[in-house]
């Protein structure tokens, strides 16, 4: 009752939008929850978002939080580009940000704190830096003066600050471990280490930002493996059972770990490493029934992915696993072709049935019984409606043709009586030829 409570007054504090917001939005920051009143995934997200809405107001914060219904309010959702639902955006002035991390308050709030903050943020101490580094797994720093490459930094920060922290610091600020070859410069903290950025030989800086803003091994979900899609690396996953504490599983995932931080400069540019729990999501990923635990390496760019040949016991297999992809020798399964895509609905539509059966039988009697039930009666009564048919003009055929016959030869009286009267004048003949006979006679 206590939660119940607590929920309902939280919807006090998100506000329910309509078409005046599009021309007073402006002038503050707002968190939006674009709904549709009829999803599933929405009405499990309004409690979440409620919360939201307090934590927000509590804290002080200047973002606003509000829900619009994106199916009464169309035109509006269009133009902000609502094309599925429930749709997070942050909104500052003429800039929507999407929100694509998992549906929790804390992952919520942090997204709405980091966007509507400045895209640079200042770290004037050493007290500040090592207070910030506590906070952030992965921060970004641009240490220098003003630059080309600071230009292009913060051109960077405005497309990821969706995802990232970015900072500046001046040289005396960082911790002494750090050493710059020159300035000015920009560095990724991550790991219990850094890493600063080379042009030369990491390329384009946004590309080498939105490849190093994870860190090196993961506890890899759904929304983490779709992230990692936009990294362009290969996705090596130990798929364990975290509640099992066997050898095996434990093994598994101390392998994927080592490899990532021993062997990060020969692997870091092209794989990731994670582990995930469970093996339901990677089941349907792969259309196949993995036994866990297992390793398999993923291509998220075209959905192939990649199983060991052979048992892997130690890093050093591991490691040559990894060679054997980079090299072309591994065999690559699964893919982005046709007979892939045929597969994957089939697969995606038999899993559809038996989600809805297992869940509520009678709901899935309903909506697959009720339409095959319709298009059986349609198909019934369409055949039966031919051969109807059929019969009718065979029988009005039959009807014609015997019109014809007797228009042709007439009744069966009028050939009686026809019949009756060649008799007739056959008869008449011979008696006058008789007579004739027997006058010559006499």
């Known amino acids: 009752a206590v939660v119940a409570h607590v929920v309902?007054?939280?919807?006090?504090?998100?506000?329910?939008?309509?078409?005046?917001?599009?021309?007073?939005?402006?002038?503050?920051?707002?968190?939006?929850?674009?709904?549709?009143?009829?999803?599933?995934?929405?009405?499990?997200?309004?409690?979440?978002?409620?919360e939201v809405g307090i934590e927000m107001r509590n804290m002080g914060s200047p973002v606003k939080v509000g829900k619009m219904d994106a199916t009464s309010f169309s035109s509006i959702a269009s133009e902000f580009g609502v094309r599925g639902y429930p749709t997070i955006k942050l909104l500052k002035g003429d800039l929507a940000y999407n929100y694509r991390g998992p549906r929790t308050k804390d992952d919520i709030i942090e997204?709405?704190?980091?966007?509507?903050?400045?895209?640079?943020?200042?770290?004037?101490?050493?007290?500040?830096?090592?207070h910030v580094q506590k906070r952030h797994r992965v921060l970004f720093v641009y240490v220098g003066g003003e630059s080309p490459l600071k230009e292009k930094y913060i051109e960077v920060a405005s497309e990821l600050i969706v995802y990232t922290y970015f900072f500046s610091a001046s040289e005396d600020v960082l911790p002494e471990y750090v050493t710059l070859p020159e300035l000015p410069a920009v560095m990724v903290f991550k790991d219990?280490?850094?890493?600063?950025?080379?042009?030369?030989?990491?390329?384009?800086?946004?590309?080498?930002?939105?490849?190093?803003?994870?860190?090196?091994?993961?506890?890899?979900?759904?929304?983490?493996?779709?992230?990692?899609?936009?990294?362009?690396?290969?996705?090596?996953?130990?798929?364990?059972?975290?509640?099992?504490?066997?050898?095996?599983?434990?093994?598994?995932k101390s392998i994927i770990q080592e490899v990532a931080r021993d062997y990060r400069d020969h692997f870091h540019r092209d794989f990731q490493f994670g582990h995930m729990d469970g093996n339901d999501y990677i089941n349907s990923l792969l259309m196949d029934d993995l036994t866990i635990p297992t390793?398999?390496?993923?291509?998220?760019?075209?959905?192939?992915?990649?199983?060991?040949?052979?048992?892997?016991?130690?890093?050093?297999?591991?490691?040559?696993?990894?060679?054997?992809?980079?090299?072309?020798?591994?065999?690559?399964?699964?893919?982005?072709?046709?007979l892939q895509r045929i597969k994957r609905i089939i697969y995606d539509a038999k899993s559809t049935i038996v989600s809805v059966f297992k869940s509520s039988p009678l709901l899935g009697c309903f909506l697959f019984g009720l339409p095959l039930g319709v298009i059986s009666i349609m198909c019934y009564g369409i055949c039966t409606a031919d051969t109807e048919g059929e019969v009718f003009e065979h029988e009005g055929a039959k009807k014609e043709s015997g019109d014809r016959e007797l228009t042709d030869e007439g009744s069966e009286e009028e050939q009686e009586e026809e019949k009756n009267g060649k008799y007739t004048e056959l008869s008449d003949g011979e008696l006058k030829q008789k007579d004739i006979m027997e006058k010559k006679k006499d």
């Open 8 to 50: 309902a007054s939280g919807a006090g504090f998100v506000e329910d939008l309509d078409e005046s917001f599009k021309e007073n939005r402006k002038d503050d920051i707002w968190l939006v929850d674009f709904y549709a009143p009829w999803c599933g995934h929405c009405k499990k997200l309004e409690p979440v978002w409620n």
């Open 111 to 130: 997204f709405a704190n980091r966007v509507a903050g400045p895209l640079i943020r200042p770290l004037p101490s050493q007290h500040m830096f090592e």
């Open 192 to 252: 219990g280490t850094y890493f600063v950025y080379d042009e030369y030989e990491d390329g384009d800086l946004s590309s080498w930002i939105n490849r190093e803003r994870f860190q090196g091994y993961l506890h890899v979900d759904g929304f983490t493996l779709y992230e990692l899609g936009d990294t362009g690396k290969l996705v090596a996953i130990a798929v364990i059972d975290d509640k099992n504490s066997s050898v095996e599983h434990t093994r598994l």
């Open 295 to 338: 390793i398999v390496v993923l291509n998220t760019s075209n959905q192939q992915y990649f199983l060991p040949d052979r048992h892997i016991e130690s890093t050093e297999d591991m490691v040559q696993f990894i060679n054997n992809i980079l090299d072309g020798t591994a065999e690559a399964q699964g893919g982005d072709g046709l």
